[in-house]
């Protein structure tokens, strides 16, 4: 019976195939369906950050649509008061910009012409018509025909496809932001009456444990995280803030906002914002050096902070594989583009939380972990096993032949009438 039961239990697990082909169909899927998913994805990490609060304001006597809306408008609140602080500065940069934009054109032209490849097409003059009677003097040549620059023509109509998408771009914003607050509010107003749904659905007494200890685990790694995470990206906004005030880089406090945002999307984070500062010292600085000090001055916080600071603060429990940690980010980001990017981290903690409470996903757990960081060699690995055959008396084949052999002939060949 028991035969019978493995059997069936075999034929019914799938292939690895079939597996491998249902995980690339999802992650297309995934990709192609993200004006549906990513509000649901952005709105579920939010409820795992903030239905400890929802929780508290219910504990105090509150209903759970209440609560819901305290939190979501109180996050609002805490948004809109950081934009308003930053909308000046931001729109001195916007004003800026047509002009340094002209700028830069102007300093890739005088570029292009010291570049054989890039130089730009160059003017052809007709040859002068000579005239009978008139001196050489009068003879003016002709006017040159106007010759078109590729390289020109397609930035202008790229600019034109450009100003499009971004209209485009800020429209499906809008309606994203506007869907994951609705599902933001729905999710922690019924945060419990999902659990207990889940849970009263489960028959198994250990997989309901599972289920709501994972749950609470997710909650608590997630909100560890992104409040470690918080406290050492403010930490680096206020040293890069002060790095760019001495500098005198215009608007520090702005620079020092945006890394603070950035430093949620590791790796991708860093250089996105080295290569602004780059943007941002050649519109503002004439000299060479002027233009790369405030990119080498964060380089060097970012150095500290990645080095010394956050193996410090973060601790053992936290750290994940830094090689999965960027193939997550740039996963997201392929599927869901920059707000995939930002939670590509919150996401991977969740998968490690469930995987920790499943034994058929608890292997995927040493390869999210960071571990030790020495690890032991091949040959002690492959020595664990020998020295435990050796302890039984089974390290040779014929050893294990010999007690197999003993042990079958302990056994009555006739049982006893």
Do not use: H
């Not at 749904?197 to 790694?221: H, K, N, W, Y």
């Amino acid at each position: 019976m028991a035969a019978t039961s493995g059997a069936t239990i075999e034929r019914l697990r799938a292939p690895l195939a079939i597996k491998v082909i249902a995980f690339v169909a999802l992650t297309f899927l995934l990709e192609r369906a993200r004006e549906v998913v990513l509000p649901v994805a952005i709105a579920i990490v939010l409820t795992f950050l903030l239905a400890p609060l929802a929780r508290a304001l219910r504990n105090r006597g509150l209903n759970d649509a209440l609560s819901a809306a305290i939190v979501v408008f109180g996050l609002l609140f805490v948004l809109g008061l950081l934009g308003s602080r930053l909308l000046a500065p931001a729109s001195a940069w916007i004003a800026r910009a047509p002009t340094s934009v002209q700028q830069l054109i102007d300093s890739y032209e005088r570029l292009r012409g010291s570049i054989p490849f890039m130089a730009p097409p160059q003017v052809a003059l007709r040859p002068a018509v000579t005239t009978r009677g008139r001196p050489a003097a009068e003879i003016v040549p002709a006017p040159a025909a106007p010759t078109s620059d590729p390289l020109k023509d397609k930035i202008a109509v790229e600019g034109i496809a450009l100003t499009g998408a971004l209209i485009k771009q800020a429209a499906w914003i809008s309606i994203s932001t506007d869907a994951t607050i609705i599902l933001l509010f729905f999710f922690l107003a019924s945060e419990r009456w999902l659990m207990a749904r889940t849970v009263e659905a489960i028959p198994a007494r250990r997989a309901r444990v599972a289920v709501l200890g994972g749950f609470r685990a997710a909650q608590r790694d997630i909100a560890r995280y992104l409040g470690t995470q918080a406290m050492i990206n403010a930490g680096v906004g206020i040293a890069t803030t002060l790095a760019m005030m001495a500098i005198g880089l215009p608007s520090p406090i702005l620079w020092g906002v945006v890394i603070a945002v950035l430093g949620f999307i590791p790796y991708l984070g860093p250089l996105v914002f080295i290569a602004l500062l780059l943007l941002a010292g050649t519109i503002t600085f004439t000299t060479f050096g002027d233009i790369v000090a405030p990119a080498v001055a964060y380089a060097v916080i970012n150095v500290i902070e990645s080095n010394f600071i956050a193996p410090w603060i973060v601790g053992r429990r936290l750290e994940m594989s830094p090689l999965f940690v960027f193939l997550a980010v740039m996963a997201c980001a392929w599927m869901w583009g920059v707000a995939g990017a930002f939670l590509a981290v919150p996401l991977l903690v969740i998968i490690r939380s469930a995987a920790r409470r499943s034994k058929s996903l608890r292997l995927w757990c040493v390869y999210l972990d960071r571990g030790r960081p020495e690890l032991p060699t091949m040959r002690a690995l492959l020595g664990i096993g020998l020295r435990r055959r050796r302890r039984r008396g089974l390290a040779t084949p014929g050893a294990q032949t010999e007690a197999m052999a003993g042990r079958a002939g302990k056994k009555p060949l006739l049982r006893k009438v």
